[in-house]
């Protein structure tokens, strides 16, 4: 059972234009939320994160938006840069104790110069 | 700060050989430590969770006994894959949970071919 779930495999985007992913979750139990970006052979980057508590939290490029009711969250990229192109991916925890993040399957964003 | 170095970043083997992975934080304690696998195009799954001093718990389907792990002090944990085979080919991560902000520090992961 997929408790976090990112429904787009891919995604293109010119370059300078807003980069929007998403991701929904079926666990109401997660209070924290991650995306990361990943390159192939290489471990995750931290991009961004967002508390339950919070429905915006802005860093730079990225911003993401949490909607509770919705269980749905999703990361704004913009403006979009060529270097953006990884595979991104949605995570999300329960409580502040060493509980492990549960994966979403990626969204591959290619960003065209 | 909060480094979780993980070597070798890859490694080939020969079928029925083991191989050893190991996660070092390297500047905070890490208590807790998880192991995820990574198939190509697929989501990170986790594997186990390795506590300090105890055995590891592991997630449905995944063998125990095949997948070693030991975690003796506060900065290593180890997974070692017993009697590897090409379908244990995948890339191994490890990640601990850290007290700066609410982070999740992971290692640089370890691309395992068995031929």
């Known amino acids: 059972d997929q408790q976090v779930k990112q429904n787009s495999p891919s995604l293109s985007v010119q370059e300078g234009r807003i980069s929007i992913l998403n991701c929904d979750y079926t666990n109401s139990m997660f209070d924290y939320f991650l995306w990361y970006k990943k390159y192939p052979a290489e471990g995750p980057t931290f991009l961004i994160s967002i508390s339950s508590i919070k429905d915006k939290n802005e860093d730079g490029r990225f911003t993401v938006f949490l909607n509770k009711s919705a269980k749905h969250l999703s990361l704004h990229i913009v403006p979009s840069q060529p270097g953006d192109s990884a595979v991104y991916f949605c995570?999300?925890?329960?409580?502040?104790?060493?509980?492990?993040?549960?994966f979403g399957k990626g969204t591959r964003l290619s960003v065209i110069a | 700060g909060a480094v979780v170095s993980q070597h070798p970043s890859w490694v080939i083997c020969k079928s029925g050989t083991s191989v050893k992975i190991e996660c070092r934080s390297l500047?905070?304690?890490?208590?807790?430590m998880f192991w995820y696998r990574q198939f190509p195009k697929q989501s990170l799954m986790l594997m186990a969770t390795?506590?300090?001093?105890?055995?590891?718990?592991?997630e449905q389907g995944v063998e125990k006994d095949k997948f070693l792990i030991n975690h003796a002090s506060l900065t290593l944990s180890t997974l070692t894959v017993t009697s590897a085979h090409p379908e244990d080919s995948s890339f191994y991560i490890c990640?601990?949970?850290?007290?700066?902000?609410?982070?999740?520090?992971f290692g640089s992961g370890t691309r395992l071919t068995v031929v």
């Open positions: 995570a999300a925890s329960r409580g502040r104790g060493n509980t492990p993040l549960v």
């Open positions: 390795s506590n300090e001093g105890s055995k590891a718990t592991y």
């Open positions: 990640s601990a949970r850290h007290d700066s902000g609410y982070g999740y520090t």
């Open positions: 500047d905070f304690q890490a208590t807790t």
